[in-house]
């Protein structure tokens, strides 16, 4: 099983009405289709790195929208829609749903005009998919690696990752920063020069792991 990153510009016609709204929307550049219903109706969980205000110029775009719900976050909005269809170009749903592979949230949409998202299934069936949206679009593979069954944001040991919980319950990543490794040491029963390459290395592999995603 393969897990691959796609990257698509779409032309003119198959791009969607929210996307074509955020290439022309300067308060915004990314939107994120995070979780999509699989009911009749088109119920979906959107996020846009703009504010409430540039989020609800995006979202006015969707002719098909019956309700919206904004939800302001620190980086953000949040927005759940109802919608009588999702909008999409049919000749893209027809390629997505005679496809055997599995799609996996989120679906992301570029102030660029690119639409990224990953696909999990066998090498032929992605290989075909492939072939089959290169015909709607510019298709580029971004990164292509196994399917894990069981993702983990690292390869940590069990004894790392009670170092890095315990050293958030202690307050070690608190700032101004209210334990210390000393405190780590303590919980894990363990000297201080241990608990401390624990955390050490703990961070390095989550770290390591985060950069590999992007």
Do not use: N
Request: net charge negative; aromatic share 8%.
């Amino acid at each position: 099983m393969k897990h691959i990153q796609f990257s698509v510009t779409y032309p003119e016609r198959f791009v969607h009405p929210l996307h074509d709204q955020l290439m022309d929307e300067t308060g915004a550049s990314r939107a994120e289709l995070l979780m999509w219903s699989p009911t009749a109706d088109a119920t979906t969980l959107f996020w846009c790195d703009g504010d409430r205000t540039a989020t609800e110029r995006i979202v006015a775009s969707i002719d098909s929208l019956r309700s919206s719900h904004f939800v302001e976050d620190v980086d953000g909005t949040y927005v759940f829609l109802q919608q009588d269809g999702y909008e999409f170009a049919p000749a893209l749903l027809e390629t997505i749903a005679e496809s055997h592979v599995i799609f996996l949230p989120p679906v992301v949409f570029c102030a660029d005009g690119t639409v990224r998202f990953e696909a999990v299934g066998e090498a032929t069936a992605l290989s075909a998919f492939h072939d089959d949206l290169s015909e709607l679009g510019d298709v580029t593979i971004e990164r292509v690696h196994e399917f894990a069954r069981r993702t983990s944001p690292s390869q940590l040991t069990p004894r790392q990752r009670e170092a890095l919980e315990v050293a958030v319950a202690v307050g070690y990543y608190e700032r101004p920063r209210d334990g210390s490794v000393a405190d780590v040491a303590e919980a894990l029963d363990c000297s201080t020069s241990t608990a401390g390459e624990l955390i050490r290395k703990a961070e390095a592999a989550v770290l390591k792991s985060y950069v590999e995603t992007l």
